[in-house]
């Protein structure tokens, strides 16, 4: 069976939830059988490979223009699709997902992967919101069916756009950690173990990460250092602002890591924070519990989702709310948390995709 992914600008080792995903997802997918091939934006990718890990990829180049970026490259993307002679074209996010029914007029059918509504986030305008929603509606309407990462997305679709068959709720997984030291890396940074707070994402404001700045300086940090991972796509306004911000309180931005250097900071951290106002299922807090850290969030509907402790929540966007489970946290001894994670099991996740391509045969 062959299949096409689009919607995610590539793999290995480019940054973003649904290139995580994919990362993750699609080597096993291809391990069970499947002709497996990804289309990657040609911007994002630096390396020159046909084949990784048993996927087949294919860079296509896109307008590096956010609003228009995905669009262009998903209609790119089908069309290379139906020159393979695609069985299935998988779509993520719901941006790409506005031409599922390009994509079923060519004659292939469609999974599409709802990664959260994306129209929520605070970096798009109106008419980018507008067309956002209307990628849902039709990726709800029209795929041959829909894969939602949470509970909540379920229900979002359900209640607006009425999709109730062919729906399936496959979770965000985690890799198991690679608990790991890195002393060189840890002092190119100036930090040390168990003596600084994790953040980690991307640099757009729906991650509210000036707000962990601002509550990290309200507080007796006991020693300890923010730290925080990541960086952003397009430098804009709030990424500049966030980084002289940054800056000036004294945080470490270490740029976006992956490998020996993100183990090293998970496995060490006091404890990590994740304070954002917009998540699918956040593939960050995952990796955060598998490596048994305690950990701070935002009361979002995806990050209740999760199930963690009442403790472990505050109100969004509620910096001495933040600020106060910070410095609960730091004041008590370091500690470790076992979480339950067989629901994020990756192998788990790629038979649930591949048992729904076998249903499209």
């Known amino acids: 069976?062959?299949?096409?992914?689009?919607g995610t600008r590539g793999i290995p080792n480019v940054m973003g939830g649904v290139e995580t995903h994919c990362e993750h997802l699609f080597p096993r997918i291809a391990q069970k059988g499947f002709d497996v091939t990804l289309v990657r934006r040609e911007s994002y990718v630096s390396d020159a490979l046909k084949e990784w890990e048993g996927v087949k990829l294919i860079d296509i180049p896109a307008p590096r223009k956010k609003k228009f970026e995905a669009i262009v490259h998903t209609f790119r993307a089908i069309n290379a699709a139906r020159k393979l002679k695609a069985d299935v074209v998988h779509i993520h996010a719901i941006g790409p997902a506005i031409l599922t029914p390009y994509a079923r007029l060519l004659g292939m059918k469609v999974v599409f992967t709802h990664h959260g509504p994306d129209y929520d986030r605070d970096k798009w305008g109106r008419a980018a919101k507008m067309m956002l929603r209307f990628g849902e509606k039709m990726g709800c309407r029209y795929a041959n069916h829909v894969i939602v990462i949470s509970d909540v997305i379920k229900d979002l679709i359900a209640r607006k756009h009425h999709r109730v068959d062919n729906v399936s709720l496959v979770y965000n997984g985690v890799p198991k950690p690679d608990f790991c030291d890195y002393d060189e890396y840890f002092q190119s940074l100036g930090i040390k173990k168990g003596e600084y707070i994790l953040g980690m994402s991307r640099f757009v404001p729906e991650k509210n990460l000036h707000h962990l700045i601002d509550a990290c300086s309200k507080i007796d940090m006991k020693g300890c250092k923010l730290v925080i991972a990541g960086d952003t796509d397009f430098e804009d306004d709030y990424s500049r602002e966030l980084k002289r911000k940054a800056g000036d309180a004294g945080v470490v931005l270490t740029g976006f890591v992956r490998g020996r250097k993100l183990h090293s900071l998970l496995t060490n951290c006091r404890l990590y924070c994740l304070p954002?106002?917009?998540?699918?299922?956040?593939?960050?807090?995952?990796?955060?519990?598998s490596y048994n850290l305690p950990v701070v969030v935002s009361n979002i509907p995806a990050n209740l989702e999760v199930g963690l402790p009442d403790d472990d929540y505050f109100p969004v966007g509620d910096v001495d709310a933040l600020s106060l489970k910070l410095s609960a946290i730091l004041n008590a001894p370091l500690r470790r948390i076992s979480y339950d994670m067989e629901k994020y099991d990756w192998d788990n996740i790629a038979s649930q995709v591949a048992d729904i391509y076998r249903t499209l045969k």
Do not use: F, K
């Open 1 to 6: 069976m062959n299949i096409v992914v689009t």
């Open 276 to 289: 954002s106002s917009h998540e699918g299922l956040p593939i960050a807090l995952l990796e955060a519990m």
